[in-house]
């Protein structure tokens, strides 16, 4: 970042913030204003590698501040990265908000300057998804939810909604988020197929399954076409992250947070990391199966899951469309298309094409988080180093065989079936 | 446009051009400068619709000086459309003549507040490709030249050479010239499939035919494909409006001029318009026939010219590909895909997909000049009607099944075999 852009720019601690707050009526009003800020509690909670994440509370109220960094926070300024993120990150929430205020928590204040955001503090008992599903905990409403979220932000930031100019006015806009682009082309895209200093697996027992994954030469054909269709292709406004990782949950209530990496890429991409998330905690389960619950109800659970999923979301984006279809939206002009026989075949085209594309990228970003940079939780609380690998050595395989094969299922209950027959249990 | 943004903007009539060139070094010394400047006529020859087009001459030198208005000029101000559309010309034609000057004539000056462009005057005996067509003039190089032009603007402008972050510095850019591309989606892949009061045809010849194109739903299935993939795809920053009227030549000389549809869009669209317009070019020629020439060795060189330009396409962008596997390409990183094998598969991949894109866009412009608003000089100029129309047809029926069948052609010389079959001669 140039160094003109980092003028006014500061890293606050809780005393800099307290101040901040107090001077930010969108941020003290959500805290009570007056005597109540007198009241306020700073925590800092981020976990995360890339930002400071504070819950701040007051007698009347809660909020959470959110300062991204100007570089990746657990390496330090040695991985520099643009703090233009957070702006990203807050136009998404607000655009998706707009679309699905019911899964997107408020964004009350952004500084640019700053790199600040204050937003509606999900509280508890929400946790991280990934954390519900380590821990075996069934959400009846997950399903129902996420096909909801990604039915609207998807379809109402697409052509089959809106006019080109204003698409191309949002390309234009998220196009400068593209230092989060190259990150996910690095980390998703490529170092799981070369050697890289980065990447890492269960060693020594996957080693042998790594090298592989760098010597397939027909998964790195196709992983090629999707990372091309990533950049290349501008569907829809898409969280860019869509892992259970970022989404808080309750038994009733499901937020979708952390949209950093948003921009106009393929709807795929979105809904291909969460069932391909889905899929990795399927897989983790042997794992975290012991005398007092062997996890089978809960490997069901999951696997209904990911079937509704997508079929909720299949039915939920295809009524969105037929609701819509005489709306201004360029792709299909409602005196061309709307003839009842051929819109059916053109949206049963479409949607193959999605759930093809979504396959894809749900199956790279699996084999990502098992021979790549990071991992995810619900494999990493495995102790057991050779179970850990029998679970990871499973969902690779699935991962690799749905990637060279997806354009051969019709249905997600077809998938379900291929993910069970990897299962080693 | 905005009021705003059009202050400082008159057009200019040949006094007050002449003023301005005079002011204006950069185009001042082009016409010798000093007392050539005396000498300097101004002719107006714009043919076209949207521009005013001088040729300047002096004793010393030659200009052409370009003006966008703010409305498509034979309509008058009814019909408004941005004068951006110059600076997407300007930018354009710089960008492709940096990458292959020897096919793109050269800018001297640019001013987006007046939209005025002063650029190399292509002399005598110099002459648009499609009036040579017509007039049954074999042109030995334009094969060559044509998919040197291709081969070098597209390669270059594309993921293959260059990293994400300027091709997306790129996308946005060009996002700005939606107006000059929602023209093509209006006029291309929606008009010619509805009822338009701006479409025409040869009637009541083609009135049934105009009508199955409309009825047609497997073809209006596959032009959606292609129109989501002209307005979601940044591929390679194309011409944009590549047919037969926008090249001019000689026997030795080939130059693009007009590029102001420039953008970042599929490649398949600028190779589909050139070798579609020859298609054209082909089926008019029973039409041009007569005792003197029965056109059927013009007709060859038609269809030679058509194979060569893809051939030569092909052979000239793998090489680009192959010379430059090294580079920043973000596409196919040299330390995953530099292996012989699996790059020679990547490439066949790569320029299948290419064919076929480049034929469905070939055919879509192909039926949109028989049914749609503008039509080409090639047909138009063919008196009978009857005869024109049984022309038009051929060209219509051969369009619609390369369209529809697009996937099944493996190479050029099926499609001219293809071509050929549906000639009525």
């Not at 937003?119 to 069934?138: C, D």
């Not at 909801?148 to 400068?176: C, E, I, P, R």
């Not at 940079?373 to 991962?399: G, P, Q, T």
């Amino acid at each position: 970042m140039a160094a003109e852009e980092e003028q006014g720019f500061r890293p606050l601690d809780e005393a800099s913030l307290l101040a901040y707050i107090k001077a930010t009526p969108a941020l003290a009003s959500r805290l009570g204003g007056g005597g109540s800020l007198d009241s306020i509690e700073i925590k800092e909670v981020g976990d995360g590698n890339l930002n400071f994440v504070y819950i701040v509370q007051s007698e009347a109220g809660a909020i959470v501040v959110k300062q991204a960094l100007p570089y990746v926070r657990c390496v330090g300024d040695s991985w520099p990265m643009t703090r233009e993120r957070a702006y990203f990150e807050a136009s998404t929430l607000r655009e998706h908000g707009r679309l699905c205020p019911e899964h997107t928590p408020e964004v009350y204040h952004f500084d640019r300057t700053l790199s600040l955001m204050g937003m509606r503090y999900i509280e508890p008992p929400h946790i991280i998804l990934r954390k519900g599903l380590v821990a075996g905990v069934e959400y009846p409403l997950l399903a129902d939810h996420m096909s909801d979220y990604m039915a609207k932000t998807l379809f109402f930031t697409s052509l089959l909604y809106n006019n080109t100019t204003d698409h191309k006015n949002g390309v234009a806009k998220y196009s400068a988020n593209v230092e989060m682009c190259r990150l996910t082309e690095q980390v998703v895209f490529s170092d799981p197929y070369r050697v890289s200093k980065f990447n890492r697996w269960t060693s020594p027992y996957l080693d042998k399954d790594a090298e592989a994954v760098r010597e397939d030469d027909e998964l790195k054909l196709e992983v090629a076409g999707l990372k091309s269709m990533f950049i290349e292709r501008a569907q829809a406004l898409i969280h860019g992250d869509l892992h259970t990782g970022s989404i808080m949950v309750t038994e009733g209530s499901t937020q979708v947070i952390d949209p950093e990496f948003g921009f106009y890429g393929p709807m795929g991409f979105d809904i291909g990391a969460f069932l391909g998330n889905l899929i990795l905690a399927y897989y983790a389960q042997n794992g975290h199966a012991d005398q007092a619950n062997d996890r089978k109800a809960y490997k069901k659970w999951i696997l209904k899951t990911i079937e509704e999923s997508w079929n909720l979301f299949q039915k939920k984006f295809v009524e969105l469309w037929n609701k819509h279809k005489e709306s201004n939206g360029e792709a299909y002009l409602p005196d061309i298309y709307n003839k009842p026989k051929l819109l059916s075949v053109v949206q049963k085209k479409y949607m193959t094409n999605l759930f093809h594309d979504s396959l894809g990228f749900g199956s790279a970003k699996m084999i990502r988080r098992i021979v790549g940079i990071a991992h995810v939780e619900d494999l990493e609380s495995i102790k057991d180093a050779s179970k850990r690998a029998e679970c990871e050595r499973a969902a690779l395989n699935c991962a690799k065989t749905i990637l060279k094969g997806r354009h051969q299922f019709e249905t997600i209950e077809q998938v379900v079936e291929h993910i069970q027959s990897f299962d080693q249990d």
